[in-house]
């Protein structure tokens, strides 16, 4: 009863710390950037450079992708945003449905590893973790993922040239020429993470300066119109608002495990097995992976941080990799069917394009993301070295 009775004020206290602003400030980046056109700028310049390879349209995505997502932090912004410029091109150019939708779905999965990540800011601020040292974390796994993304087109297009033709090349004036379309993205990524790896900026500092900047930039370029500023605002209030009803319910079944006190009762029983904790460490994944195909994968790890985190080290396993470990597996449940967010985005923009036919493109591409978090713990130093840098 006592327990019950506090929540409405647990609920307030967070709600009222300052540093909670850090999550619709990085989604108002994202959906700057994209109303602003920087997402289309920064395809067409990836097309540029890869478009005559097989496969080279769906390569230009994924780089697309993983330049966009460090500056938004959700994965379906991300996937969205790619999803309206990169497939009627790839239609265009006689991409096949399965490779076009699969790595259209995909390729937004880099947004929720790549800072400035709501997944990370969330597991931060549900753990007690540095926010700072989570984004530092998750850029190498970020690159390493879609490393394995451009891998598996590769394969696809060597194994089957029809999934992917290759497109008209392009003169080494007009590649130069392009690269001027991603100059504003890797300035606001150098600004926010540079910021945040020197200490010069908090993430909140962060979060205000990179969407300063943006403002400032598409503002005097006449690239961010009146409506793509209200529309931005707009995005920004319903998925900030989602974001934080998840809090809410995590905060209130968070009261109801500390009085049961079953994280500690499971972290007790389960690190006294005689089996070794990689061993648990896989049960975990393999929870996570399940649930994300009937759960909404955020909410599922909202709701389970507070038994698998405290669960994670009494194992012995560091605090930043582990919770870098669980991002990874909840990217693959926005792909995952039947409930992977990702695939109705891609499905809303391509209604002709069946859910067989993405789930079809989709799962090529779940075999990388279990490869990625294989290679992350034979080599945990993937996570840590940067976040080892800054300190």
């Keep these: 009863k006592a327990a019950i009775n506090v929540v409405g004020t647990d609920i307030w206290a967070t709600f009222s710390k300052y540093g909670l602003t850090v999550i619709p400030l990085f989604i108002f980046l994202g959906y700057l950037a994209f109303n602003s056109g920087i997402a289309e700028r920064l395809y067409n310049a990836a097309y540029k450079w890869f478009g005559h390879w097989r496969g080279g349209l769906a390569i230009a995505t994924i780089g697309a992708d993983e330049l966009f997502a460090a500056i938004c932090g959700s994965n379906t912004a991300t996937a969205a945003t790619m999803g309206t410029v990169a497939l009627p091109q790839m239609k265009k ?17 880099l947004g929720t590893v790549m800072p400035p990540s709501v997944v990370l800011i969330i597991i931060g601020l549900q753990t007690e973790q540095s926010i700072i040292k989570l984004f530092l974390g998750g850029i190498l796994p970020a690159i390493l993922l879609g490393i394995l993304f451009v891998l598996t087109i590769f394969v696809l297009c060597r194994i089957n040239p029809k999934l992917g033709p290759a497109g008209p090349r392009t003169g080494i004036k007009e590649k130069l020429r392009s690269l001027t379309g991603i100059i504003e993205a890797l300035a606001i990524f150098v600004l926010v993470i540079g910021g945040l790896y020197t200490g010069m900026f908090t993430p909140t500092e962060a979060g ?35 974001v934080f009803f998840l809090v809410t319910g995590a905060i209130i079944f968070g009261r109801f495990l500390a009085v049961t006190r079953l994280p500690f009762l499971v972290a007790e029983f389960v690190s006294g097995l005689p089996v070794s904790p990689y061993v648990i460490l896989a049960i975990i994944l393999l929870i996570y992976l399940i649930g994300g195909c009937f759960v909404d994968s955020l909410g599922f790890l909202v709701l389970t941080i507070p038994i698998f985190f405290p669960l994670g080290m009494a194992l012995g396993f560091d605090p930043i990799w582990y919770a870098i470990i669980l991002t990874m597996v909840t990217t693959m449940g926005a792909i995952t069917p ?3 967010v990702n695939i109705y985005v891609v499905k809303a923009l391509a209604p002709e394009i069946e859910l067989g036919t993405i789930f079809k493109g989709v799962s090529f591409f779940l075999v990388a993301c279990l490869i990625c978090i294989a290679i992350l713990i034979i080599f945990p ?7 080892e840098m800054a300190k």
């Excluded at 130093?381 to 976040?387: A, E, F, G, R, S």
């Design 381 to 387: 130093q993937l996570v840590l070295i940067i976040p």
């Design 93 to 109: 150019y006689g991409y096949h449905t399965i490779l076009s939708s699969g790595t259209v779905v995909t390729g937004g999965t």
């Design 208 to 242: 205000a300066v990179g969407v300063f900047f943006t403002l400032v930039v598409t503002i005097t370029t006449r690239r961010l119109t009146w409506q793509g500023f209200i529309n931005s605002i707009k995005e920004t209030l319903k998925i900030s608002a989602m």
């Design 338 to 340: 039947p409930v992977g």
